[in-house]
């Protein structure tokens, strides 16, 4: 797996994304704003710990990203519109998708 993740986030969150799932849909549906806190690194994007949904798997998907504008590192705060709902599958939690919505530099 291609996530920078010293804390061991991912496999110690997976399971309680799988129960935040249905909540996280009902608070964010699609066209939503969610704000957030970046918690894992990858090479495909960044994800994201929800206010509202802390348990939740939120993923700002490095194509929503603007072009030449770095990914965020741990730690920042972001804003996105929820942009899809990609449902979980075997031990694979469900993710929001986000896209950012400051499109600033």
């Known amino acids: ?11 110690v969150r997976k399971t ?3 129960t935040a799932w249905p909540e996280a849909t009902e ?4 066209g939503s704003v969610a704000n957030g806190v970046v918690v894992a690194e990858a090479v495909f994007g960044v994800f994201a710990e929800l206010d ?3 348990d ?12 030449g504008r770095p990914l965020p590192a741990i730690g920042t705060r972001l ?7 990609r449902p979980g599958h075997d031990d ?3 993710q929001l998708r986000l896209a950012p919505l400051d499109q600033g530099p």
């Not at 797996?1 to 496999?11: F, K, L, Q, R, T």
């Not at 804003?79 to 709902?85: E, F, M, N, Q, S």
């Open 1 to 11: 797996m291609a996530v920078i993740d010293p804390a061991g986030w991912y496999e």
């Open 16 to 18: 309680a994304a799988c």
């Open 27 to 30: 608070r964010h549906p699609l």
């Open 52 to 54: 509202e949904v802390p």
């Open 56 to 67: 939740a798997m939120a993923l700002f998907d490095i194509a929503t990203w603007p072009r």
């Open 79 to 85: 804003c996105g519109r929820v942009v899809g709902h």
């Open 92 to 94: 694979h939690p469900g």
